[in-house]
């Protein structure tokens, strides 16, 4: 929203007044025991939305990063493919997916093109993540929400939510080689079908798990990735900005929204539900999904430069 030759002098401002916040990381090794617990601390901005409820807006440094997967990982797609470099420019991000509470106070703001449904939520609960709303329905939260701040708020990039997601790690989880249901929201048991497991609830020589069939408040989990964000793994499945594109090839490079080619009538979902197997919520899977249509464990977060 703040443009022109003030923007260099704004941002600057903006960076200056963050305040530091500390979290636990945890790593586990390929059998899902842990095996390195540590704080660190991350710089953020609180955006006052009233009724003392804020949203925390982790600042992310910019970087270089390899998106996607290899073949080898367990759960490759070719939609994970080519691997490629991507930089990323410094921004904000929500430490967690937008809960019940902050919808319904956004909901209550002057429309800018479409009605919202205040409650619109399967799984009720103010901590709990919004869900059940649509593509468009998370794009008209974004234009009240940065009417009402002045803040450029936005769906991250695909490239965006990978980058902040990995934190720097280069494993299928941003927790290590595996996951367990103690770190995250997903379905840890096996599912058949005629006598055939078609969804394994472990993933490589990790454990299974839980299955909790609901979402979970967003303070459920006290662990971090390096960044400092909460449930990039399970719980609901998080609308990106980008149109679907079956594979990476002629993806920006830039960290910029890929809004040309593929599939117009599709977006992007990241980072799984409680709802799938945990080669699901891998940092790199990805999965197209009708921008009008919402579903139970569809939620997102939010994004400003």
Not at 229 to 249: K, Q, S
Request: glycine residues 10%; proline residues 5%; aromatic residues 14%.
């Amino acid at each position: 929203m703040i443009g022109g030759g003030g923007t260099k002098f704004f941002v600057s401002v903006l960076m200056s007044n963050l305040s530091l916040f500390e979290y636990k990381v945890v790593t586990v090794d390929a059998t899902g025991q842990e095996c390195d617990r540590y704080r660190s601390s991350s710089r953020y901005r609180v955006e006052d939305l009233g009724r003392e409820i804020v949203l925390e807006m982790v600042a992310i440094p910019g970087g270089t990063f390899c998106i996607g997967s290899p073949q080898t990982e367990e759960g490759w797609h070719s939609s994970q493919s080519p691997q490629h470099l991507a930089t990323i420019k410094p921004f904000f991000i929500g430490k967690y997916p937008v809960t019940q509470t902050q919808w319904q106070i956004v909901a209550a703001l002057p429309k800018v093109k479409q009605d919202l449904n205040p409650n619109p939520a399967n799984f009720l609960g103010e901590d709990r993540p919004v869900e059940q709303v649509s593509w468009y329905d998370a794009i008209e939260f974004c234009a009240r929400l940065s009417q009402q701040t002045g803040y450029d708020y936005r769906l991250p990039t695909e490239a965006q939510w990978e980058y902040a997601c990995r934190a720097h790690t280069l494993t299928p989880f941003h927790f290590g080689e595996t996951i367990t249901t103690d770190l995250a929201n997903y379905s840890g048991v096996d599912w058949e079908y005629m006598g055939k497991i078609c969804s394994k609830g472990s993933y490589g020589a990790g454990p299974k798990g839980c299955d909790r069939r609901e979402t979970t408040p967003v303070g459920s989990f006290q662990v971090a990735n390096g960044f400092g964000l909460y449930y990039l793994h399970g719980n609901v499945r998080e609308w990106c900005a980008d149109y679907w594109h079956d594979n990476y090839e002629g993806a920006p490079i830039d960290g910029s929204a890929w809004i040309t080619g593929g599939d117009s009538n599709k977006r992007v979902l990241r980072g799984g539900s409680w709802n799938v197997s945990p080669k699901k919520c891998r940092s790199a899977y990805r999965v197209k999904f009708d921008p009008n249509a919402s579903l139970y464990d569809i939620g997102f977060r939010v994004v400003h430069s």
